[in-house]
């Protein structure tokens, strides 16, 4: 009884975190104006050089729980991570999002399927 108990309320937090406050639709308008998608790709799964050498490696957020690419933002945003690359400077970009823009790109990139 006690192990199916557990089971549950398990599986319906994790339900309640993927499918958190974010707002789908307009992660995905933001994700293309600000230019998220030009680097990670339209669903998230860029994940190799696109602009040459200088950029080593693209992470790919296709399908990353929420809750992750909302921590890793916010992370670079209090530069708490560094990423001054000249060209990806994602440390920079992120001081131009804010708390709902995270939460509603985290949304559209974890919902998005990996391959
Ligand atoms: C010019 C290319 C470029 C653009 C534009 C860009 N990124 Fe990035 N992004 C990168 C690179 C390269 C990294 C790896 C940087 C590092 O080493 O920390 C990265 C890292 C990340 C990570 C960390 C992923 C992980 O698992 O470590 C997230 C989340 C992310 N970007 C989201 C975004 C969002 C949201 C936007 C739009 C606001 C954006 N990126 C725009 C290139 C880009």
Same mark, same amino acid.
């Given at each position: 009884?006690?192990?199916?108990?557990? +089971?549950?309320?398990?599986a319906?937090?994790?339900? !309640?975190?993927?499918?958190?406050? =974010?707002?789908?639709?307009? =992660?995905?308008?933001?994700?293309?104006? $600000?230019?998220? #998608?030009?680097?990670?790709?339209? #669903? =998230?799964?860029?994940? $190799?050089?696109?602009?040459?050498?200088?950029?080593a490696?693209?992470?790919?957020?296709?399908? @990353?729980?929420a809750?992750?690419? +909302?921590r #890793?933002?916010? @992370?670079?945003?209090t530069?708490?991570?560094?990423?001054?690359?000249? +060209? !990806?400077?994602?440390?920079?970009?992120? @001081?131009?999002?804010?708390? @709902?823009d995270?939460?509603? +790109?985290?949304?559209?990139?974890?919902?998005?399927?990996?391959?």
């Amino acid at each position: 009884m006690h192990k199916f108990a557990l +089971i549950f309320c398990f599986a319906s937090s994790m339900a !309640s975190t993927a499918f958190a406050e =974010g707002d789908y639709d307009n =992660g995905k308008k933001l994700a293309k104006s $600000w230019h998220c #998608t030009n680097c990670h790709g339209v #669903t =998230g799964n860029e994940r $190799w050089p696109v602009k040459g050498e200088v950029l080593a490696s693209i992470p790919m957020l296709a399908g @990353q729980p929420a809750g992750y690419l +909302i921590r #890793t933002l916010n @992370q670079y945003k209090t530069r708490e991570r560094v990423d001054d690359h000249e +060209i !990806s400077k994602m440390s920079e970009r992120a @001081q131009s999002l804010s708390d @709902q823009d995270i939460e509603d +790109i985290s949304a559209y990139f974890s919902a998005q399927k990996r391959y």
